[in-house]
Every structure is written in structure tokens, then in C-alpha cells.
């Protein structure tokens, strides 16, 4: 409620209070609309500003595929010209709501906001504007504000936290998977040579990547016998190396969890056979040992 507050009083400025949504202008009213989603209003126009971005994003796909460009180009044409001005009209209207314009302007959401309908305008000007295709693509990033999911931002900061401190772990698992390429490429052109498409060694170490990751496009692959089976076992490490960053991550993750459980809840019980430290409430045999935790040790 305090995070909803501030940011409420950062559009409306300080000393607005949600009740006095009543007696505030038409400006701050359409201000609480556009800016916030906790009344019937405000969810309206998130949904239906929801329905449009998907819309538009549905139509920017459509217009990639040639045939469908080709038969309803036209209308597809207007249907874009048709969210670009609403988006303008929303674009404007929240830099003219905003206390601080440039920092609406230059926040992410604004810099989104104006890449969703700068493309169309460069239409006019530009002859060939198929990559403006990706920019425009990039309009689905605005359901993240509706969703509100910056909300859950302590969960990606626990996962990056989590990548952060398995730093080191993860750079000598990228080394030694790297070695493993560099190794098996030079020995797949040396077995293979160039009869099997195996023409140099960076073209065997992209072989050997291809088959390390089990991904196997096919457009390689060995003739000998000998090559085939460093193939096979080269698959076989493959699999075995997709569960190792899987697990370092979530021995982090878990050690973070356990971290906050001990911050937020200091009365974990101890064992009393061998003194191991920081069970949950709610266990009821050591994780050690397997004694019997008693409700009152601590």
C-alpha cells in the first residue's frame, strides 16, 4: 500500500490521498485512470489498452507473411495507421498527466511507448520499412506495465542475485565446455577431414556444438566409424552437461530461500543430537541426523 501510495503521489504530487480522488480535478481523475488500476475505471482502460497492443502486435505478424500482405495489405495498412494514432493520443496524454515529463519521456516504459508508434510515422518518410517490423514488434512490451509486473521484481532480483553468486561456478562450467568443443572439433577434422564436410576446425567446433546441444541440424555429420562414436559420446555429454548450470542455479536459489527464512523468522529450531542449525518451523526430524526435533529447542 505504501509502494501504491508513492507512486500515486508521484503522479499527483505529494499529500494526495486516494480518497480525495472525489474532490481532484478532471486532470488528476483522468490522471488516477491512466496512471493507476485500483478502481473500475482504471481497469477499464487497461483492458482496453490490452486488447489494442495485442491487436497491433496480431497485425504486425499477419503483415509479415506475404501472402496475407499481398491480399489484405490495404486494410492492414489503415488498421495500423488506425493504433498508431491511439497510442499517439495515449503517448501524449501521459507525458501532459505527468509531473515529470522527462522522466516519463526518458523512463523505460516512455522510450517503449514512443518506439510503438515512431516506426509508422517513419513510413512516410522511409521507402523500405520492413525492419521497422521488429520495432514495432516491440509494442507487446507495454503489457508489462498493465500487467503491473514490475510488482514481482523480488523474484527476478533473488534469480539474478542467485546468477550473480554463482559466477564463478558458472564461468568454469562455460570453460570446460568450451574445451570440450574445441577438443572434440579438432578431433572430428583430424578423423573426418574435409570428405565429410568437416572442411576446418572452427567448422568442426560449430559441428560440435550442434551435437553437444543435441540440436542436430544434420547438415554435418560423420562417415567413419570411429567419428560416430565420438558423435554418440559427444550426445551422451550433452545431456549430462544441460543439468549442471540447472543445478548450480538452484542450489543458489534455494540458499537464498533458506537465507530469507532465517532473516524473517529467527526462532529456527536446532538440533539437539548434532547441533545443525536453521530447520524450518515446521520440521519435525533433523535433516542430518534424523532425530526428532523438539518444539522448544532453538
Not at 495489405?73 to 489503415?78: C, F
Request: glycine share 6%; hydrophobic share 45%.
Amino acid at each position: 500500500m505504501c509502494l501504491k501510495q508513492s507512486n500515486f503521489e508521484l503522479v499527483h504530487g505529494p499529500g494526495t490521498s486516494l480518497p480525495d480522488m472525489i474532490s481532484l480535478p478532471s486532470k488528476k481523475r483522468l490522471a488516477h485512470i491512466v496512471y493507476e488500476s485500483d478502481d473500475r475505471a482504471s481497469k477499464a482502460f487497461d483492458l482496453v489498452l490490452l486488447v489494442m497492443i495485442l491487436l497491433s502486435v496480431v497485425i504486425v505478424i499477419l503483415d509479415s507473411v506475404q501472402q496475407i500482405h499481398e491480399n489484405f495489405g490495404p486494410l492492414l495498412y489503415w488498421l495500423e495507421w488506425f493504433f498508431t494514432l491511439i497510442f499517439s493520443v495515449e503517448y501524449i496524454l501521459r507525458i501532459w498527466l505527468s509531473n515529470n515529463k522527462s522522466g516519463y519521456v526518458f523512463s523505460f516504459y516512455g522510450i517503449v511507448d514512443l518506439l510503438a508508434i515512431l516506426p509508422t510515422y517513419l513510413s512516410l518518410f522511409l521507402l523500405q520499412t520492413q525492419y521497422l517490423t521488429v520495432i514495432r514488434a516491440l509494442r507487446f512490451l507495454r503489457i508489462l506495465r498493465i500487467l503491473k509486473l514490475p510488482e514481482y521484481l523480488k523474484e527476478a532480483s533473488r534469480l539474478t542475485d542467485a546468477l550473480k553468486h554463482s559466477k564463478a561456478k558458472i564461468q568454469i562450467f562455460v570453460g570446460s565446455v568450451l574445451t570440450i568443443v574445441l577438443v572434440m572439433g579438432s578431433v572430428m577434422y583430424i578423423i573426418e577431414g574435409p570428405e565429410s564436410g568437416f572442411t576446418s576446425i572452427p567448422r568442426s567446433m560449430y559441428w560440435a556444438i550442434v551435437t553437444l546441444t543435441t540440436v542436430g541440424y544434420g547438415d554435418i555429420a560423420p562417415a567413419t566409424d570411429f567419428g560416430q562414436f565420438m558423435a554418440s559420446l559427444i550426445m551422451l555429454i550433452g545431456y549430462a552437461i544441460i543439468a549442471v548450470p540447472t543445478g548450480i542455479v538452484t542450489s543458489e536459489l534455494v540458499s537464498a530461500r533458506n537465507a530469507d527464512e532465517i532473516k524473517n523468522f529467527p526462532d529456527l529450531k536446532t538440533c539437539n543430537a548434532c547441533n545443525l542449525k536453521n530447520h524450518s518451523l515446521d520440521a519435525i526430524f533433523c535433516r542430518r541426523c534424523g532425530t526428532r526435533l523438539s518444539p522448544k529447542t532453538k
